[in-house]
């Protein structure tokens, strides 16, 4: 959940910094306060656009940090599959901005703002007037559909989109296959020369870093023969004297202390030792001087290996290792093109079986999926009614497009009548902006256990709705609140009545400064608020009384 909020030198904002708790958690304000201020620092924390004219005047930077306590199993490892680990519980969100320009951090490391954004969509799904706008399209309503079924359709779509992209890579197989004769026969003839270009250079996995480092050290052999050449010439062959002739006489004189005491024993055996390792030095570096022993003809040989290696590689694959698998594709194609009505009648076999497994697959999802329809139906229409749409009607409607994908063989659309005897007509034809913010809640009540998202934000929920109908709001949101973390802006006192948590925002003018601040209420504060909003400026003792009876009505209503 979104543990804490802290804003600096944003707009209006001066500083501020803000705990949140579980459950509901509302905030209300008058017109102008900052509240959508608010919610637009979160939406920038979280990757939204920004602009340097966003910055508090007077001001070259600002900050926006979010807080997430992460407890859920699936999320941690979703996250730690992107390398990022939450500290103590918890995961920070941070994005500094400048004039320009702005930084993304999450627990104080850099991210890229793709990063940002996928993390930010674990944690926290914010609902505005545009989601509401998002049910209008079409497109969206099947996923809703399917996140509704998910427990049986998800590994349906898994499925589906498998046996689909097994059937689009025959049909595109067949289709690359299909060629006349004079096509067949120029294909069949350059793969034949490909093949025993290939075959007449017996090619062996991994002989070409081989021969790299053997030519390598073939044109460094001069210099290096004469470094381990003046090497050995030090310790073991120097006629002048040499490391190991001056051990064997170190020894020598060494030999009469080490019959005198134990020290001197120690001493005369760490001699014998080093003499034996130099001796073991030597022996190793006599080899390895042989390693660069070569002729004229082997580096001639060697040379021309290697440029051979290099001429298929840049033809047929970055490694010998390419180049083999390659020239073993064309020995399968040849095979095809040698019997290749034998070849595309097999070939439009399997693609004929794998059209029948999409179809099968897609079958099985439809029917996941219309009794999904049904039954989501169904719950929408009880919620929509609780929500004061007495006489409405829901349907979630499945269509065939016409063609298969990834997806299956269906397309959805919701219908809705929002009044009695009007028929159902699509939702975007019929329903009002309020509506809309209903009907969106309505869904969200129904997919709350679906959606794995921690915290959910909703503004503008209360568009175009009053009385009853707001209190019928405010008890869907508590709802809601019960399985996760819920914050809500709002200005109508119905719904703030049912509040988990209680903040006001408010701006305080300081000298020729106005800002904004965010303070958690307490109960008597709380009521005070709702009071201004049943009332405005003018509180009265009966608007006061009203509202702590709001309250304890919603406290009752638990």
Do not use: W
């Amino acid at each position: 959940m979104l543990k804490n909020l802290y804003v600096k030198n944003l707009a209006l904002i001066d500083e501020t910094e803000v705990e949140f708790s579980d459950g509901l958690n509302i905030l209300t304000g008058e017109t102008g306060a900052g509240k959508s201020l608010l919610l637009g620092s979160v939406n920038l924390a979280l990757g939204g656009k920004y602009s340097a004219d966003m910055l508090r005047s007077g001001t070259r930077s600002g900050l926006v940090e979010l807080t997430f306590t992460v407890e859920d199993e699936k999320t941690v490892k979703r996250l730690e599959e992107m390398d990022i680990y939450p500290e103590d519980g918890c995961i920070v969100l941070g994005r500094k901005l400048m004039e320009g320009r702005s930084v993304s951090r999450i627990n104080g490391e850099t991210v890229n703002m793709a990063v940002m954004r996928s993390v930010a969509g674990m944690l926290i799904d914010i609902h505005g007037q545009h989601d509401s706008q998002n049910l209008l399209q079409k497109k969206n309503h099947l996923t809703l559909l399917d996140l509704y079924a998910k427990e049986e359709t998800a590994p349906l779509l898994i499925e589906m989109k498998e046996v689909f992209e097994k059937y689009r890579a025959l049909c595109r197989r067949s289709e690359e296959s299909a060629m006349d004769e004079e096509a067949r026969r120029k294909e069949a003839a350059l793969a034949e020369f490909e093949v025993k270009e290939i075959d007449e250079a017996q090619l062996v996995p991994g002989e070409d870093e081989e021969l790299e480092e053997q030519y390598r050290k073939m044109t460094e052999s001069r210099r290096i023969t004469a470094a381990v050449a003046e090497a050995y010439q030090y310790t073991a062959e120097d006629a002048r004297g040499n490391a190991s002739d001056f051990l064997s006489r170190a020894i020598r004189a060494l030999q009469e202390a080490a019959e005198f005491d134990e020290a001197g024993a120690q001493l005369y055996d760490q001699l014998l030792e080093a003499d034996s390792l130099l001796n073991d030095f030597n022996r190793e570096l006599s080899e390895y001087a042989k390693s660069f022993e070569f002729s004229e003809e082997e580096f001639q040989e060697t040379e021309s290996r290697l440029n051979l290696l290099n001429h298929l590689k840049a033809k047929y694959g970055k490694t010998v290792s390419d180049v083999l698998a390659y020239c073993s594709e064309k020995k399968q194609r040849l095979s095809e093109l040698e019997d290749y009505d034998t070849f595309m009648k097999d070939l439009e076999e399997k693609t004929r079986k794998a059209l029948e497994k999409v179809a099968e697959t897609a079958e099985k999802l439809h029917q996941v999926r219309t009794r999904a329809a049904e039954a989501f139906s169904r719950e929408i229409q009880n919620q929509m009614q609780e929500l004061n749409f007495a006489d409405a009607r829901f349907e979630a409607r499945l269509f065939d497009p016409g063609h298969y994908s990834a997806g299956g063989r269906d397309d959805a659309e919701f219908y809705m009548s929002a009044n009695p005897g009007e028929p159902v007509r699509p939702l975007g034809s019929v329903a009002s902006g309020g509506e809309l913010s209903r009907v969106m809640l309505a869904i969200k009540t129904v997919l709350a256990d679906e959606e794995d998202t921690p915290t959910l934000i909703f503004d503008e929920i209360d568009t175009g709705i009053s009385g009853i109908t707001a209190g019928k709001v405010g008890e869907k949101l508590r709802l809601i609140g019960k399985s996760r973390q819920v914050l809500c802006i709002t200005h109508l006192p119905q719904i703030a009545a049912v509040a988990d948590s209680h903040y006001l925002i408010r701006k305080e003018a300081s000298g020729n400064s106005v800002r904004t601040q965010i303070e958690l209420l307490d109960e008597e504060a709380s009521a005070e608020e709702l009071a201004r909003m049943l009332g405005g400026a003018n509180i009265t003792e009966n608007i006061l009384e009203s509202a702590r009876e709001m309250k304890q009505l919603a406290k009752s209503e638990i």
